[in-house]
């Protein structure tokens, strides 16, 4: 009989989302009349369709796969030259950061790369995470053996959690112990907070003092309004020395369903091997991509590149409007009904917390069986997020105005 991988027998119950839509599930079948007037304003999913720029190049990308002529098969195993070029060029030299395209990988999401990251680093590793953080982070290290088991509170052993507070504006401050990989996520889900630019700033100097490496999740720095605010790890002087980035097309183009991002991983980033040689991680990861993937599908890649013509930025500028509009409806009417409110306005989550006495899982039950909208409880994102729910903005604009309504009766 074949072995499992017996980390996976230390995951807890279920992931956060799929244990949300069981209970919506429940509620649903036991309440066939408040069904129909469910909003769900939890999982992160985008809601409006894919820009018009991004449709064409995709059915012309279909067109070109059709004809003997322009047809395509393996393409690089980085992904298409083109599409890499323009993301170095537009997306980091035009903002004064040297990134070459070779640095670039296309991928189908920041998600997938957040745990694929660890083929390569080794279990030695001392893990930092901030809490409350995106459950994916946690998970992935699990199922990769690079922890112990759970505690009651849920923490694993063999994780260095990073508290994020009110109190210090839930950006995470660097352990008094080395750690030597740390997963930071700004804009932040699920509290939506940012990161400023000295901040960030300790982060690297503390990266490079300890040899570590900052794992950057940027997924949301199209969201970013404040001109104060990085939009990238790399903006800080020393990064390309310690970080790695992950970017994705999901809440900027809208490809949720579609699926394509990339990763940046800088030839300057150096790893230590178990003999003691510092080796380079961008070799090790480019024979980590050309074994196990074939990059992401031609017309997705097509589809993703056209978010950089003049007409693409416009429609992805709409699409970003639309969802902060929301956002910022959500939080004033949040606010208005006399909830202490977070986020919200350079990135597309409320962070809302609870009123006293109720836990996060408490509030979700209320908000469905009173108002029938789905949030997202804090504590499924660790345990300093207990005592906070996430309301996601990625929503159509009536059912966003709908969801102000309700709020009120609380």
Known sequence: MAYLNDNYLKLQAGYLFPEIARRVREFCEANPDAAKRVIRCGIGDVTEPLPPAVIAAMHRAVEELSVRETFRGYGHEQGLESLREKIAQQDYRERGIEIAP??????????SDCGYILDVLGSRNRIAISDPVYPAYVDTNVMAGHTGRADESGRYEGITYLPCRPENHFVPEPPDEPVDIIYLCFPNNPTGAVATREQLANWVEYARANEAILLFDAAYEAYVSDPKIPHSIFEIEGARECAVEFRSFSKNGGFTGVRCGFTVMPKALLVRAGDGRKLPLHSLWHRRWSTKANSVSYPVQRGAEAIYTAEGKE???????????????????????????????????IWVQTPAGL??????????????????????????????FRISAFNSRENAEEVARRLAKL
Not at 102 to 111: A, L, T
Not at 317 to 338: K, S
Request: with cysteine; hydrophobic share 40%; glycine share 14%.
């Open 315 to 349: 429609q992805v500028r709409h699409l970003i409007d639309h969802y902060m509009g929301n956002a910022r409806i959500l939080r004033e009417a949040a606010e208005q009904a006399g909830l202490q409110v977070y986020g919200g306005v350079n990135a597309p989550y």
């Open 359 to 388: 836990t996060s899982w408490q509030m979700f039950d209320r908000m469905l069986h009173e108002l029938n909208v789905v949030v997202t409880p804090g504590s499924g994102f660790g345990a300093c997020g207990e005592g906070f």
């Open 102 to 111: 070779d640095e670039i990988f296309i991928s189908e999401g920041s998600k």
